[in-house]
DNA sequence: TACGTGTGGTAG
DNA sequence: ATCGCTACCACACGTA
């Protein structure tokens, strides 16, 4: 497999390589890289190491997790030592608070798998204060000698074979009893005989799905099979492990010079459940194939290649999707595989920090990460290579999985750079890209970050003439755009248009930190959510909050404020939606409630919350999905220390079922009044007694609030009490369009129509106007192919003698130039009166800046220390630049002139002279990479891009070869060179 | 002006 | 059958 790709990828390869392995630049075929190749076999080594080599072994890039310089290049060194700090804090509660506790879970590794009751949290206290240890992870080396869980997937049974599997109340029962009971009794698998077991295995094989949502197991079931509760968090996983394990010093500071790889999988789920799947035979490359896990109103969590040429995409319903294939083919749909999609994944992370290239690995999500290269002057190295290690790793260390990698210097263009990559490939943004229709034309205006659905309609439906972002660009003004889609978002649009990232964006680089620190907490489900009773939401209220709180505890925090939203059945919609269990078009409303206090009392919250559910006056029969949000979260530690001056003043009087362990702070800076209860103003319902509650004035105050603001009521029968503004408001909403007006997904009546995903005109001409990568590199491939036959006078470059003989001749002609040459004035002249004498000057018009008119050797009066001059510029980093500005500008129509060209290899030469191969090389492999960029933005061959690989050709690699064949007949690869 | 609430929108 | 989550930003509008 491994084979198979590589091969395609040498296929469609890029000119890069294709043009230097044709030429034989890298004769040792050893897999290494072909610039690493020619660095060793060429002259000034230790040079070559500063400039290119430098990226993979440089040693300041080794301290990337610690300042200690950690080495984390061991896979599982970043576990282990999380499990190091674990083990240490709780054996610091352990000190602190379990001393008078029995000892009885010594010696016994625990870990916890899926929702528990008790919850995690309180297991997890419960096994260390009773000196036993908790693993967080599985893993084969945490030796977990049991496993407690509520119940398991037939799956985990199967995974969990081996272990000792028991209900967490073989816990419980153990610390009351003070002793350590038989686990056989509390054994989930009940395997006291063989039989049994299998027993059980048999019946739960088709285990059913819990679909009811009063049943306590609901929410639990639900997220193990739910993509985006596991991609959400997921993504908060990963987040928290780089805020665990990155150095800070690696950070980069406004101002330096960055590039960023932006590195996702090509439809991940898809491949991973293709490659995981054992019971459905299918190839990627072939067939078509989707993640879902239904037939007819099953999202499509991911689809192949091949199922996108059919025009679907992810999110479509599978029905849609079927109806998409031509005639005979059948959707291939493969279930999930989430348990190894996070075991990729995790491979893909540490395979990126493995590399060791990078200042900084940021996780975007589970299947995409941002990586950032600070530049330097000493790391000179190459973008494209870096992609192709890149996507050689994953591949090799996930086993077949590809990556794609957009690279730029700043995190729009990478963006936009992998789209252009996509799928199995890399692009890198150049220079001359980031301001040419070549680059801007690629792209429609939903490619832009930050631009869904609704704000791509509103773009389409304000500047219609703009198909793409080129002319997007030049059409829609900072105003305009700032009108149209607010403040922020236009001028964000506006600098993104402009391959510039917003402070926004930017603070994803220079602050992960506070970008990365988890603000709130929520749980939202808006599927199979079916109530007749207001008890059945009561109770599930209760456990939304036992969920959230099992986390909030994990993170040692509380929460201040509580959002209750709910999700009501639009009024025309039908009870039950084409999807099945689904919310349909619904109505959203919300409520947010400050607690007196930050807390992580059940107790509290969920009478808060049902209180709130109250005051929304929504039926239970209507409601279709519940969300409940813990934000402004505190530091319980903080929280404790700040809280202390305050205590004298406290006056506690909770009542028993809410008690509060620690002490009250006031609700902001009014005076507490803990004994009054909220009236609670849900028509007469049942009010919460003794519940420490906020202020009296704040109270009044909110009740007239709500009533004012009752817009977000879902009832219609306080309609007298509304402002006029309102009123008109309201009529506004429903006489204009509701739909414009109150666009979200959820009040979208295109949630329920299937033909949501239909690509609209534009897009399908599009898709089939732009050719798949893979036709435009087999393109590029055999111009290669064509123009080295053309070209390559024949067997020439397998001659040595020839080579030899021909480099000897130029080798003579040039140093004849040089000397010429070394009169600058004298060249100048005459390049600048060649030019004006004759009016064909090569091609060049006004709007061509001549670039290259002069330049050559200046040899200064020390022989030790002379430099070579290129457009009178000395140094490498503004040499290159302007080489890359002549090619740019002269890549389309207009090709460089010959004689521009004759100067540019006599400059060559004479780097060549002096040792300055790298230079050369560098220049070799950027002609190269511009050309393929070139190819794959453009599907026409213009004048200068051709001619441009002639000279990459026929020029610098055959100079290149020279060398090379020099090295191969031992020839001395220092040339003194006396002037 | 500064802040609070409710809502819309987006990304993976 | 089917698993339509969730963190976070920005804005409009209201209040102190």
């Given at each position: 497999m491994a084979d198979d790709i590589s091969k395609s990828s040498n296929q469609r390869s890029p000119l890069t390589t294709n043009y230097l392995r044709s030429e034989k630049i890298n004769v040792n075929d050893n897999n290494e890289e072909p610039f690493y190749n020619a660095s060793n076999r060429?002259?000034?080594?230790?040079?070559?190491?500063?400039?290119?080599?430098?990226?993979?072994?440089?040693?300041?890039?080794?301290?990337?997790?610690?300042?200690?310089?950690?080495?984390?290049?061991?896979?599982?060194?970043?576990?282990?030592?999380?499990?190091?700090?674990?083990?240490?804090?709780?054996?610091?509660?352990?000190?602190?608070?379990?001393?008078?506790?029995?000892?009885?879970?010594?010696?016994?590794?625990?870990?916890?798998?899926?929702?528990?009751?008790?919850?995690?949290?309180?297991?997890?206290?419960?096994?260390?204060?009773?000196?036993?240890?908790?693993?967080?992870?599985?893993?084969?080396?945490?030796?977990?000698?049991?496993?407690?869980?509520?119940?398991?997937?037939?799956?985990?049974?199967?995974?969990?074979?081996?272990?000792?599997?028991?209900?967490?109340?073989?816990?419980?029962?153990?610390?009351?009893?003070?002793?350590?009971?038989?686990?056989?009794?509390?054994?989930?698998?009940?395997?006291?005989?063989?039989?049994?077991?299998?027993?059980?295995?048999?019946?739960?094989?088709?285990?059913?799905?819990?679909?009811?949502?009063?049943?306590?197991?609901?929410?639990q079931n639900f997220f193990a099979n739910s993509r985006l509760h596991h991609l959400s968090t997921w993504k908060m996983e990963l987040r928290q492990q780089f805020l665990d394990s990155f150095n800070p010093v690696m950070i980069p500071k406004t101002g330096e010079q960055l590039t960023i790889f932006h590195v996702d999988f090509d439809c991940f789920f898809a491949t991973v459940a293709a490659l995981s799947s054992t019971t459905i035979k299918c190839d990627l490359n072939k067939e078509p194939i989707v993640v879902c896990h239904g037939s007819k109103s099953s999202d499509i969590a991911s689809c192949n290649y091949i199922a996108r040429q059919y025009g679907i995409k992810n999110g479509m319903w599978v029905s849609q999707a079927q109806k998409l294939c031509p005639k005979g083919v059948k959707l291939v749909c493969l279930p999930y595989e989430f348990d190894k999609i996070k075991e990729k994944s995790s491979i893909f992370y540490k395979t990126l920090q493995n590399l060791n290239m990078f200042n900084m690995i940021l996780p975007i999500s589970i299947d995409e990460a941002v990586c950032i290269l600070i530049r330097t002057s000493l790391n000179n190295h190459n973008d494209e290579l870096i992609c192709e290690r890149i996507r050689e790793?994953?591949?090799?260390?996930?086993?077949?999985?590809?990556?794609?990698?957009?690279?730029?210097?700043?995190?729009?263009?990478?963006?936009?750079?992998?789209?252009?990559?996509?799928?199995?490939?890399?692009?890198?943004?150049?220079?001359?890209?980031?301001?040419?229709?070549?680059?801007?034309?690629?792209?429609?205006?939903?490619?832009?970050?930050?631009?869904?659905?609704?704000?791509?309609?509103?773009?389409?439906?304000?500047?219609?003439?703009?198909?793409?972002?080129?002319?997007?660009?030049?059409?829609?003004?900072?105003?305009?755009?700032?009108?149209?889609?607010?403040?922020?978002?236009?001028?964000?649009?506006y600098n993104q248009l402009r391959g510039k990232?917003?402070?926004?964006?930017?603070?994803?680089?220079?602050?992960?930190?506070?970008?990365?620190?988890?603000?709130?907490?929520?749980?939202?489900?808006?599927?199979?959510?079916?109530?007749?009773?207001?008890?059945?939401?009561?109770?599930?209220?209760?456990?939304?909050?036992?969920?959230?709180?099992?986390?909030?505890?994990?993170?040692?925090?509380?929460?201040?404020?509580?959002?209750?939203?709910?999700?009501?059945?639009?009024?025309?919609?039908?009870?039950?939606?084409?999807?099945?269990?689904?919310?349909?078009?619904?109505?959203?409303?919300?409520?947010?409630?400050?607690?007196?206090?930050?807390?992580?009392?059940?107790?509290?919250?969920?009478?808060?919350?049902?209180?709130m559910f109250r005051s929304l006056s929504c039926p239970p029969a209507e409601v279709r999905g519940i969300a409940v949000h813990f934000t402004k979260l505190v530091d319980v530690a903080k929280y404790r220390q700040k809280r202390l001056p305050f205590q004298k003043n406290i006056i506690l009087n909770i009542n028993e079922t809410n008690k509060i362990n620690s002490p009250v702070t006031p609700f902001k800076d009014v005076v507490p009044d803990i004994n009054v209860t909220t009236p609670n103003r849900d028509n007469g319902g049942n009010l919460q007694t003794g519940i420490p509650k906020r202020p009296v004035k704040r109270v009044l105050f909110r009740e007239e609030h709500n009533n004012i603001s009752h817009k977000s009521s879902p009832d219609e029968y306080h309609s007298d009490l509304e402002s006029p503004r309102k009123k008109m408001q309201k009529m506004l909403d429903r006489t204009e369009s509701s739909v414009s007006k109150r666009p979200s997904i959820v009040n979208s009546?295109?949630?329920?129509?299937?033909?949501?995903?239909?690509?609209?005109?534009?897009?399908?001409?599009?898709?089939?106007?732009?050719?798949?990568?893979?036709?435009?590199?087999?393109?590029?491939?055999?111009?290669?192919?064509?123009?080295?036959?053309?070209?390559?006078?024949?067997?020439?470059?397998?001659?040595?003698?020839?080579?030899?003989?021909?480099?000897?001749?130029?080798?003579?002609?040039?140093?004849?130039?040089?000397?010429?040459?070394?009169?600058?004035?004298?060249?100048?002249?005459?390049?600048?009166?060649?030019?004006?004498?004759?009016?064909?000057?090569?091609?060049?018009?006004e709007n061509d800046p001549k670039i290259f008119t002069y330049g050559g050797l200046v040899n200064h009066d020390d022989e030790s220390n002379f430099k070579i001059m290129f457009q009178g510029i000395s140094g490498t980093e503004e040499i290159m630049d302007s080489y890359e500005n002549w090619i740019y500008s002269t890549l389309h129509d207009i090709p460089p002139s010959d004689r521009d060209l004759i100067i540019l290899e006599d400059f060559i030469w004479s780097l060549l002279r002096t040792g300055s191969i790298h230079t050369v090389i560098r220049m070799t492999q950027r002609l190269s990479s511009i050309l393929r960029n070139f190819s794959l933005i453009n599907k026409k061959n213009y004048n200068g891009n051709q001619k441009w690989e002639v000279v990459l050709i026929r020029k610098l690699i055959h100079i290149l070869n020279m060398h090379s064949n020099w090295d191969d007949e031992k020839l001395p690869t220092d040339f003194p060179i006396k002037y």
């Open positions: 060429f002259t000034n080594q230790s040079y070559f190491n500063k400039n290119l080599d430098i990226v993979y072994e440089n040693p300041n890039l080794n301290i990337q997790n610690g300042t200690e310089k950690k080495d984390y290049s061991s896979r599982r060194t970043y576990f282990e030592d999380k499990a190091a700090k674990q083990a240490l804090s709780d054996s610091v509660r352990r000190e602190a608070y379990g001393k008078d506790k029995p000892q009885i879970f010594n010696n016994l590794i625990i870990y916890v798998n899926g929702y528990t009751n008790p919850d995690r949290s309180t297991l997890h206290d419960m096994v260390v204060l009773h000196g036993g240890h908790f693993s967080h992870y599985l893993t084969a080396k945490s030796k977990v000698t049991h496993i407690v869980a509520e119940n398991l997937s037939l799956k985990k049974r199967i995974e969990f074979a081996s272990y000792k599997v028991v209900l967490p109340k073989w816990l419980v029962s153990s610390v009351q009893a003070g002793k350590l009971l038989p686990w056989q009794e509390f054994s989930l698998l009940r395997t006291n005989t063989i039989g049994q077991t299998t027993l059980d295995i048999n019946r739960l094989k088709k285990q059913p799905q819990i679909t009811n949502c009063n049943d306590p197991d609901f929410i790793a994953v591949f090799r260390d996930t086993e077949g999985c590809t990556v794609s990698v957009g690279c730029a210097d700043t995190l729009i263009l990478a963006r936009l750079s992998l789209k252009l990559a996509k799928p199995n490939g890399y692009f890198t943004c150049m220079k001359y890209m980031k301001d040419s229709p070549l680059f801007w034309e690629n792209f429609k205006n939903d490619d832009l970050p930050g631009i869904g659905r609704q704000l791509v309609s509103k773009l389409n439906t304000y500047y219609p003439r703009c198909n793409n972002l080129w002319q997007l660009r030049n059409d829609a003004s900072i105003e305009s755009l700032k009108a149209l889609l607010g403040n922020k978002l236009g001028s964000k649009v990232d917003d402070d926004e964006a930017a603070k994803l680089i220079h602050d992960p930190i506070s970008t990365f620190e988890r603000k709130s907490l929520s749980i939202d489900i808006n599927w199979g959510i079916r109530f007749s009773k207001i008890e059945q939401v009561d109770t599930y209220l209760e456990r939304c909050v036992e969920y959230l709180i099992a986390k909030l505890k994990e993170m040692k925090k509380n929460t201040s404020q509580v959002t209750l939203k709910v999700m009501k059945r639009a009024k025309d919609a039908p009870i039950e939606p084409a999807k099945y269990l689904g919310m349909g078009q619904c109505d959203s409303f919300s409520r947010t409630n400050r607690l007196g206090i930050p807390s992580s009392l059940q107790g509290l919250i969920t009478t808060e919350l049902r209180n009546p295109l949630r329920e129509i299937d033909t949501r995903y239909s690509p609209s005109k534009e897009e399908s001409s599009f898709l089939s106007d732009f050719p798949t990568r893979t036709a435009k590199e087999d393109i590029a491939y055999d111009t290669t192919q064509n123009s080295g036959e053309e070209y390559g006078n024949g067997g020439s470059f397998n001659n040595n003698v020839a080579n030899v003989n021909i480099e000897k001749n130029i080798y003579e002609h040039n140093n004849k130039r040089l000397l010429g040459l070394s009169n600058g004035d004298s060249i100048r002249d005459k390049i600048e009166s060649d030019e004006l004498s004759s009016q064909d000057t090569g091609g060049l018009t």
